[in-house]
C-alpha cells in the first residue's frame, strides 16, 4: 500500500514540474507543457493553402502593385481580409503582409508587410507593434526526412515591439514588454521586460516599458485630426479651385499658340 501512495506522489510531482503556465495577458489564459507535442503532417497531408484567406492575401498583394485606379481594389480586399480574421480583433496591416491560414488570435496588433507562416496558432496580446520585414514561423520540417512537417504555437504578449527583419521561430514566448533588436533570430523564449538582440537572439538588458504609451499616441491623432479639420474648411476649397482649373488652360493655351 505505501509503495503505491509513493508511486502516485512521485507521478503527481512529474507532471506538476512538466506543466508550464504562460500568462498571455489577453481575455484567455493560455497553458502549454513545457515538453509539449507538436503538431505534425506529411507533406502530402498538410493544410491546404486553397483556403479563402489565402486567396484574399494573394488577391491584396496582387491588386495593390496594380497602377491607379485598379490599385483601390486592395482596399476592398484588405477589408474583407480583415472580416475574415475573425480572432484578431483591431488589427492593421499593410500590403505585402502575408499569413497562410488566418491561425491568428488576440488584439491590438500593428503589422506592417509581416510574414506569418501559421501552421500553428500564433497567440497576440494588446498593443503590439511588428515592424518591416518580420517573419513569425510556426513549422519546420524534420532535419531527418523532409517529407515531415511540424509546429508549435508561438505567443507574443503585451506591448512587445518586434523590429525590422527579425525572425520568430516555433514554440517561442515573448515576454510582455519586451522588444526584439534588429535582424534577431528568436529560437528561446523572452522574459518578461528584457531587451533581446543577436543570432540566436540573448538577453542584452532589462528594461522599463510599462508607460501606456498608446493613450498619447491615441490622444495625438485625434488632435491631429481636429486640427486638420479647422486648418482647410469647405469653403477655402472651393474659393482655391477657379485658381488651380486656370493654369493647365493657360499652358493648352500657349502651347497651341
Known amino acids: 500500500m505505501d509503495y503505491i501512495i509513493f508511486l502516485s506522489l512521485t507521478w503527481f510531482k512529474c507532471i506538476k514540474r512538466r506543466k508550464k ?32 484567406v ?11 502593385k496594380l497602377p491607379w485606379p485598379y490599385s483601390k481594389l486592395a482596399i476592398l480586399n484588405r477589408e474583407k481580409l480583415k472580416s475574415k ?33 501559421d501552421y500553428a496558432p500564433v497567440y497576440f496580446g494588446n498593443h503590439i507593434t511588428i515592424g518591416p520585414d518580420v517573419k513569425i514561423i510556426t513549422s519546420w520540417h524534420e532535419v531527418s526526412n523532409f517529407n515531415i ?3 508549435l504555437p508561438i505567443i507574443i ?5 518586434i523590429t525590422m527583419n527579425a525572425i520568430i521561430l516555433p514554440g517561442v514566448t515573448i515576454g510582455k514588454n519586451s522588444i526584439i533588436a534588429a535582424g534577431s533570430i528568436i529560437n528561446k523564449s523572452v522574459p518578461p521586460n528584457s531587451l533581446v538582440g543577436g543570432n540566436p537572439g540573448r538577453v542584452i538588458k532589462a528594461i522599463d516599458r510599462d508607460y501606456p504609451y498608446w493613450e498619447d499616441l491615441e490622444r ?33 493655351l500657349i502651347f497651341f499658340k
Open 21 to 52: 503556465h504562460i500568462d498571455c495577458t489577453t481575455s484567455n489564459k493560455i497553458v502549454f507543457m513545457e515538453n509539449q507535442i507538436p503538431l505534425s503532417w506529411k507533406l502530402t497531408s498538410c493544410p491546404s493553402l486553397d483556403n479563402e
Open 54 to 64: 489565402h486567396r484574399l492575401v494573394k488577391k491584396m498583394n496582387r491588386n495593390s
Open 85 to 117: 480574421l475573425i480572432n484578431l480583433k483591431n488589427a492593421n496591416f499593410n500590403y505585402d503582409f502575408y499569413c497562410a491560414f488566418g491561425n491568428l488570435y488576440g488584439e491590438g496588433v500593428w503589422f506592417t508587410n509581416t510574414y506569418i507562416l
Open 149 to 151: 512537417v511540424k509546429a
Open 157 to 161: 504578449e503585451d506591448n512587445v515591439w
Open 220 to 252: 495625438d491623432i485625434e488632435e491631429r485630426k481636429n486640427e486638420n479639420k479647422k486648418s482647410v474648411s469647405h469653403k477655402q476649397y472651393v474659393s482655391l479651385l477657379p485658381s488651380i482649373l486656370k493654369r493647365p488652360i493657360k499652358k493648352a
